[in-house]
DNA sequence: GTGTATGCAAAGCTTTTGCATAGGT
DNA sequence: ACCTATGCAAAAGCTTTGCATACAC
């Protein structure tokens, strides 16, 4: 059932965005640095392509809770997201510190989470310091 | 600073939605729930209160990873997010198993989380086996 | 050559806003 | 009486979709 995907010059730029900005993006960035590369890339192409990737399981959505939808890549293994309330940036952050066992009273069959965390990031508690 | 508020029945509506579904909720079922007890109830009428709420540190807003925009009523206690994949719903999970200590790596200063879980509720579970 | 992917524009949703009026105080 | 809150409708995001054309294979 794998549908043929053919290599188009506007996939392969918004690939390459996001294989250069290791972090979780909106469409909007997704379309701004796009078009650096290919700069007659449209919206609705970006979108067309997200869920194509998504589809591949290349791309994961994640709906951030103050920054809206984003995507990121896929296979980093598991881990959460920072939002930075300073430089209002993701980041990801490896590993995880749920107790998963212990999440979620008796009764309730636990398959997955998702943890973002809020506050000031590195760079930010530098120059606020 | 206070903004005086007039006590109107739509908003005693919209409040005694929240307080009779223990749950988080979304506009659409604000909106149909409130009618039933003001029938001209309108929907910008639900945002603008939403947002009066939440203003007033009486609802807190919530992005849901799969169910969209969800509003729920605050001074809970810390609690977090259940998702159930079978019936769709929302449900609060009190407590938190999450050791903020080392959910991030030095440098990032934590000041705040949520936490979404995602599975099959307690009932969807039983009817499932 | 065949059929998928693109660009453009229009349409769907969700949420916000302008404005005249209703209604709380 | 004053002035906030409401209802209605229009507008402003964000995302999807229809259609003719471009282009990957």
Redesign the pocket.
Same mark, same amino acid.
């Given at each position: 059932m794998r =549908?043929?995907?053919?290599?188009?010059? !506007?996939?392969v730029a =918004?690939e390459k965005v996001f294989t250069e900005h290791d972090r979780p993006l &909106? #469409?909007?960035e997704v379309l701004a640095c796009g078009r650096k590369l #290919?700069d007659?890339? %449209? !919206?609705?192409? #970006?979108?067309? %392509?997200?869920?194509?990737l998504i589809d591949d399981g290349w791309l994961k959505r994640l709906s951030h809770p103050s920054l &809206?939808?984003l995507y990121e890549r896929t296979g980093k293994g598991h881990h959460h997201h920072f939002h930075c309330r300073k430089c209002n940036r993701a980041f990801e952050i490896p590993g995880c510190a749920l107790n998963e066992e212990e999440a979620a009273p008796k009764g309730y069959v636990i398959e997955d989470h998702e943890i973002y965390l809020f506050g000031i990031c590195p760079s930010c508690a530098k120059v606020t310091k």
């Open positions: =549908i043929l995907r053919r290599k188009t010059a !506007q996939r =918004i &909106g #469409v909007d #290919v007659s890339l %449209n !919206q609705a192409t #970006v979108y067309r %392509n997200l869920k194509m &809206g939808t």
